[in-house]
């Protein structure tokens, strides 16, 4: 592999599916020649191509084949890349036949062991006899189109699924195997059932290498994919030991006899908080041994004033009592008392274990699939919450599926009121949402249960409740059905729950959702980190695909050329210096690798420091500082006699890309500090957006420069920001999504 990419393999490999971006490369590199050295003394491919082109031509004359269909010649664009030495260009079909599989259905395969017989995404039975006599690759034709299968066997059958391929001879069957892989034969497949046109393959434009080099790549691609292996299985260790410390570390939380010994758990955890927390599933877990210790009464402490939830247990009871001589709810059948054995942890003081019906003044199930027929929805009617509309505690609405008025009003007794809780009894039981005063009066739909309560009691509490694992695993353990499961409603009545007093819930779910805001940052952070690691990994890629550079500008160059061309204007100091640079590696794609941070005079990478030491060292500018009203420091350049003949070295090195920089150069170089902070920035935080898959507006562009970037940056209005916005369209200084995306410092905990 190239220098580039062996050096930073632990980065390729480390990033999120770097392994597989890793194989992904490996064999792209092998078939353009840059994974090995090529031998002058082989055999060059156009006498392999000579060999193959007059045996089809014998073929042809003895009626074996039929006459191919001739192929376009390859035009110039047609060429991705720059051949090696001894390689020649070819059309696939000029080289290589796809025929047609057998009819071959279950009921007429022997079953008996003796041959293979190959579908379109591998081996579906076998067969007493054979239809292909030599090893083949077999493609997927319908179905899993473009699938890739490798039969060694001297004999298979291929059924009318697939094509079969049986290479020349002049060719190794592992490296056209191999080379097939880089051909996305996958994305010729057309139609709602994917069928791979042969006609299409075979203009592809493919390059051939010696036989020789071909067995030297297929030795070379085999080594590093069972590095890559090595490397896979390492990983899959460290996750499973990780997730592994993760799972018994919290568990030691859940499991805590006492407060001593919770103490001394949270201890042991918190050493290694920033360690262990490093994976959004590591994350995930987390999350749930809050929501566990919540529940538990682990997470806040208990405050012996509270109102003992003896007292809301009995308001709970007197409130039903009342409905239902009011004859608005039916009278719940008496239940069983809990038995120890279905208390799954020690309660608090203050907490008493009840069963849900208890809790609940009402659950009430929704209409039957009998009442409610598809064609009944109208759009913009009353709608009704189903399951699929219950998210993260909130109901996101679907307007199409809705009943009209008239339907409504024969429907009163799903109706849905403010304070509400719904959630689903089948599929993920256990989803429940609160139903606001912008829901008041929608219905309760299918598959869904209308949970009430007393005022008093927490829906926030009620929401943690149902999120528990414990719960969740109560809850689908009781549910019945295979192709979708459906929960008994008296099953959710009995449920045992543990109570806490009023106050409390209030405090639990306060602290509760300052943890949570702490584990999103975290999350956020991981996230950001990884699609840094992402890009990094594409640029990687990118560099070591792509063809030398006849521009070999390195960071110190570019510093060199922009002190030389702007050192004698006033305004030019380091942090136009910095934001020419950032905007000279992003914008216009020098490929710098910097790694910028969001700082408070815009994008900055701290190895600027180094570039003017370096610089220095060779003899071609110094810089000096002088301190300014603000506290702050303003750094001037001085050219030494040498630096115009080094800037002239670079201009030459530059080539056609100094014409695009040069343009950089005049937008920014006359412009205020203050100006070119803020054009930089405004292009940052739209160009991080773009490498995060946004679109974002310019209302979000202003208000993530201003409030999440720097606190510094809310000196500038917005009206400021949206003039540069249109000043950088106007002047085709607009992002298009090219790494490296700045970083930002997250502060977790105080």
Not at 118 to 129: A, D, E, F, L, Q
Not at 658 to 671: M, N, S, T
Not at 710 to 727: I, N, P
Request: glycine share 6%; with cysteine.
């Amino acid at each position: 592999m190239s220098i580039t990419v062996s050096e930073q393999l632990p980065l390729l490999a480390a990033a999120p599916n770097g392994i597989k971006k890793l194989r992904e490369l490996i064999l792209e590199l092998a078939v353009r020649g840059k994974l090995v050295a090529q031998d002058a003394g082989d055999e060059p491919a156009s006498e392999l191509l000579k060999r193959i082109a007059a045996e089809k031509k014998q073929l042809v004359a003895e009626g074996r084949i039929k006459q191919p269909k001739a192929l376009a010649e390859i035009a110039e664009e047609e060429r991705p890349f720059d051949l090696p030495s001894g390689w020649e260009w070819q059309r696939f079909g000029e080289v290589f036949s796809l025929e047609y599989g057998d009819n071959l259905p279950a009921d007429k395969r022997s079953n008996t062991g003796e041959y293979p017989v190959y579908g379109s995404n591998g081996v579906v039975g076998t067969h007493n006899r054979c239809f292909v006599e030599a090893p083949c690759i077999v493609v997927g034709r319908k179905g899993s189109a473009g699938a890739l299968n490798l039969c060694l066997a001297e004999g298979c059958c291929v059924t009318d699924v697939a094509y079969y391929c049986i290479p020349p001879s002049d060719f190794s069957l592992a490296y056209v195997f191999k080379m097939f892989h880089t051909l996305d034969l996958d994305s010729l497949g057309k139609g709602i059932k994917p069928g791979l046109s042969r006609n299409e393959a075979y203009e592809l434009v493919i390059a051939i290498p010696s036989l020789a080099e071909q067995h030297r790549i297929v030795a070379k691609v085999d080594e590093l994919m069972a590095l890559c292996d090595r490397l896979e299985a390492q990983q899959a260790d460290a996750e499973s030991a990780h997730a592994q410390l993760v799972a018994a570390l919290l568990g030691s939380l859940t499991q805590a006899s006492d407060a001593d010994d919770f103490a001394v758990s949270w201890q042991r955890l918190s050493a290694h908080f920033h360690a262990l927390f490093t994976t959004e599933p590591s994350i995930d877990a987390l999350k749930q041994t809050l929501l566990q210790l919540a529940v538990m009464g682990k997470l806040v402490p208990q405050d012996s004033s509270d109102e003992p939830v003896s007292e809301l247990l009995k308001w709970i009871a007197a409130e039903k009592k009342r409905l239902v001589a009011a004859g608005k709810i039916k009278q719940q059948k008496p239940l069983a008392k809990i038995a120890d054995e279905e208390k799954v942890f020690a309660l608090p003081r203050g907490w008493e274990w009840q069963r849900f019906a208890g809790v609940a003044l009402d659950v009430s199930t929704g209409p039957f699939g009998s009442l409610i027929h598809q064609s009944d929805y109208v759009d913009g009617g009353v709608p009704l919450v189903n399951p699929s509309h219950m998210i993260d505690g909130r109901i996101a609405p679907d307007f199409s599926v809705s009943l009209s008025p008239e339907m409504a009003k024969n429907m009163t007794s799903y109706r849905l009121s403010a304070g509400d809780m719904v959630m689903a009894r089948r599929g993920e039981v256990g989803r429940v949402a609160l139903v606001t005063e912008v829901e008041d009066g929608w219905l309760c739909g299918t598959g869904s249960f209308v949970l009430r309560f007393i005022p008093e009691i927490s829906r926030s509490y009620i929401w943690t409740l149902f999120r528990c694992n414990f719960v969740r695993a109560y809850l689908a353990g009781a549910a019945v059905g295979t192709t979708m499961v459906n929960l008994n409603h008296g099953i959710l009545l009995k449920m045992p729950i543990a109570v806490p007093p009023i106050a409390e819930q209030h405090r639990i779910v306060a602290k509760l959702d300052q943890l949570m805001a702490l584990c999103d940052q975290l999350s956020a952070a991981i996230q950001r980190r990884n699609q840094h690691s992402r890009h990094l990994a594409d640029a990687l890629v990118d560099k070591a695909l792509s063809p030398p550079s006849s521009t070999c500008v390195n960071v110190v160059d570019m510093s060199c050329y922009l002190v030389d061309r702007l050192v004698a204007k006033p305004t030019f100091g380091r942090t136009t210096h910095m934001k020419l640079i950032y905007l000279a590696d992003t914008h216009l794609g020098f490929n710098f690798q910097g790694n910028y941070m969001r700082e408070a005079a815009g994008p900055l990478d701290t190895n600027i420091y180094q570039v003017e030491k370096q610089a220095e060292a060779n003899g071609w500018y110094t810089h000096t500082l002088a301190p300014l009203k603000s506290g702050l420091e303003k750094v001037t350049y001085h050219p030494t006699d040498a630096l115009a003949a080094k800037a002239q070295q670079v201009a030459e090195a530059l080539g056609d890309r100094r014409q695009d920089l040069d343009r950089l150069i005049a937008l920014l170089g006359d412009k205020k500090t203050d100006d070119v902070q803020i054009v930089a920035t405004l292009f940052a935080v739209w160009n991080d957006a773009l490498l995060d898959g946004q679109s974002p507006s310019d209302d979000w562009i202003i208000r993530e420069v201003r409030e999440n970037w720097h606190v510094e940056k809310r000196r500038f209005t917005a009206e400021k920001l949206g003039h540069w916005l249109d000043w950088m369209r106007e002047n085709h200084l607009v992002p298009t999504g090219k790494p490296p995306r700045t970083q930002q410092q997250v502060k977790m905990f105080h």
